[in-house]
């Protein structure tokens, strides 16, 4: 039957991620013990970070010991506002914030087979439940699930009214649906896999890519390292691509290491906010996706639902390279 033969391809799908998965660490772990001797070197910085129960500041000695170049700081402003990235030094224009190996971040192809979101969160699971797995120290910066909003994934059924948009309502629904679906399907597989995961899992890391997924042409989505803690502004100048890791030696160009890039697009004073543009986007759908509202220009402006220019977007996955001009009419402009 057709649907017996597609549920055998998806489970073999999901195999095939976890394969990968396995695959994934077991290199990963060769690449560690050639990196020894500087992890030892870096024994004692970490184990003070561990100390002082840091693990942001254990999290760029690991970027740094591995060959990330790190210029902005971590800075937990406490339960209010949670971390942020600070410059560490005078910046200018052009100037690299950051370079993070992309062998160091979470990658959808990589990792999760470029299968669907679904198997990829199994697959983040997977690799956050193995307390060997290399990507522990990223791991441990990652918010908490109860720190963690994603609305989006975490909005219970019950309130979708309080939305006001039946619009919103469904595309809550296609997403969580695809999720508990996946679930349904897959529980057994992924129980022997994965020994004592549960639906709250797969949403928490189902979340964790809602919220952090960055994604590059020919590449997939990421979730990198570091970058991550920077906060969202709509006009924030600074910009990530990828390219070769600044300090990557080029014997020959198949081995050089690949980096996210990130530099500043403007000059930044030693201890100012470094912000990240995650995409452009009003309030309606920065509060759905990440659980925040925008300050700023933006929050003078109307969201996207209520402008006469709203195109439905099932599933919300489609970024805008730019906003649609403010609307800037006047009651007056009204017919009634
Ligand atoms: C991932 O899959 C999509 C189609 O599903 C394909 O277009 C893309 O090239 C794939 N990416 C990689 C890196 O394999």
Not at 1 to 27: E, K, N, R, Y
Not at 103 to 117: E, K, L
Request: hydrophobic content about 45%.
């Amino acid at each position: 039957m057709a649907t017996a033969a597609v549920l055998l391809l998806l489970l073999v799908g999901v195999a095939d991620a976890l394969d990968t998965i396995a695959g994934g660490s077991c290199h990963a772990a060769d690449d560690m013990q050639e990196v020894a001797a500087a992890a030892a070197a870096a024994a004692a910085a970490a184990a003070a970070a561990a100390a002082a129960n840091d693990p942001w500041q254990e999290l760029v000695s690991w970027l740094t010991h591995h060959g990330a170049q790190v210029n902005v700081a971590v800075h937990n402003t406490g339960s209010t506002a949670g971390r942020l990235l600070l410059a560490s030094q005078d910046t200018q224009q052009g100037d690299l914030l950051a370079s993070i190996p992309l062998d160091m971040a979470f990658s959808q192809v990589a990792h999760g087979g470029n299968a669907s979101m679904e198997v990829a969160a199994a697959a983040l699971w997977a690799m956050m439940s193995d307390p060997a797995n290399p990507m522990q120290p990223y791991f441990a910066s990652l918010p908490k699930r109860h720190e963690l909003l994603c609305p989006l994934v975490q909005l219970p059924q019950e309130y979708l009214p309080l939305l006001q948009s039946e619009y919103v309502a469904a595309t809550v629904q296609v997403v969580q649906g695809r999720i508990s679906s996946f679930w349904d399907s897959h529980k057994s597989v992924l129980q022997q896999q994965i020994p004592g995961m549960t639906l709250e899992d797969l949403k928490y890391a189902r979340s964790l890519m809602v919220t952090r997924f960055i994604g590059f042409p020919n590449q997939g989505r990421f979730m990198i390292p570091l970058i991550d803690l920077a906060n969202h502004q709509q006009d924030c100048p600074h910009r990530l691509s990828v390219g070769p890791c600044p300090s990557s030696s080029s014997s020959s160009s198949s081995s050089i290491r690949q980096c996210a890039l990130w530099r500043a697009g403007a000059a930044l004073s030693e201890g100012e906010e470094v912000c990240f543009f995650y995409k452009s986007m009003f309030n309606d759908k920065s509060m759905l996706q990440y659980g925040f509202l925008q300050s700023g220009a933006i929050a003078d402006q109307l969201h996207g639902l209520d402008r006469h220019d709203f195109k439905s977007n099932p599933g919300m996955s489609e970024a805008q390279s730019q906003l649609p001009p403010p609307f800037k009419g006047v009651s007056s402009n009204m017919l009634f």
